[in-house]
């Protein structure tokens, strides 16, 4: 056999066998996959009946013991009551700041919120739908395809800080809808447990590259201090305007779909302590 027929077999083998590892880890990740990722290729999936304890033993700030939980609907707070109807119910929809993924469940901020309203209402249900990095474009995308079904008498919208100087869903934002593929490469991932897997795993990897990870603890004292005069001020807030633009029709957006689906609105402005 003469060396390119050798080498051709030998590459056919690899594929093969690249082909048939390939489709049973596929098969594998379908019957049973122990890995909890919030995103299937580019679609938002919940985490339900999920307990995540986190050993703390890197900011003081925060317990050493922090327990994240999730019920069936993929949120944290107590299960949706039988008789749902009875019930002043409030979901909050944000980032990271609304989902609190390091603090417990009992000290995110729409928990203490749900125990103050617990004093002035007889049946209140809050629970806290926030997701880590969430901008207005993924918020519509999380009230279409999970809330509208819920159906809870207000959603709380915590929003700003994902927003600032964008004009256009990201990546994820835009392919976060059902059925919304932008060409077959994005269509095969979606479909695929293993090129989920992989794909997410790599998004992990490049957030430990990028230090892009929470929890954290920073001294703002350590931090350098920028200053600006008024006409550097003045340019910044100038270009900001295409973006509120912009970010004016999402919240507009979102105000009609929970009219449509009789949901009250409520916007709270997103509090920084910098910038």
Known sequence: MSKGKKLLHRFLYI?????????????????????????KGDEIVLPVNTTLTIHNEINPKLDSLIVNSRNSLGF?????????NSYLSIVTVGGST??????SDDKTWPAILGSELQNGFRNVWVNNAGLDGHSTFGHQVLLHDHLVKVKPNIVLFLTGVNDIESDQPSFHDQQNKRGAWSDLKHYIVNNSEVLSL??????????????NTSGVNIDPSTLPVSTMNEKEG????????PYLQGY??????????????????????QPLLYG
């Open 234 to 241: 003045n340019a910044v807030l100038l270009r900001q305007q």
């Open 76 to 84: 944290r707070g107590a299960e949706k009551p039988a008789d749902f």
């Open 15 to 39: 594929l093969f066998f690249t082909a048939v590892v390939f489709i049973g880890m596929e098969i594998i990740l379908r019957i049973y996959n122990p890995f909890q990722f919030r995103l």
């Open 248 to 269: 004016t029709k999402r919240v507009q957006q979102l105000i009609d779909t929970c009219t449509q689906y009789g949901i009250k609105p409520v916007f709270i402005t």
């Open 198 to 211: 992989l794909l997410n795993l790599a998004r992990g990897w490049k957030a430990q590259q990028l230090h």
């Open 98 to 103: 609304t989902e609190c993924h390091f603090n």
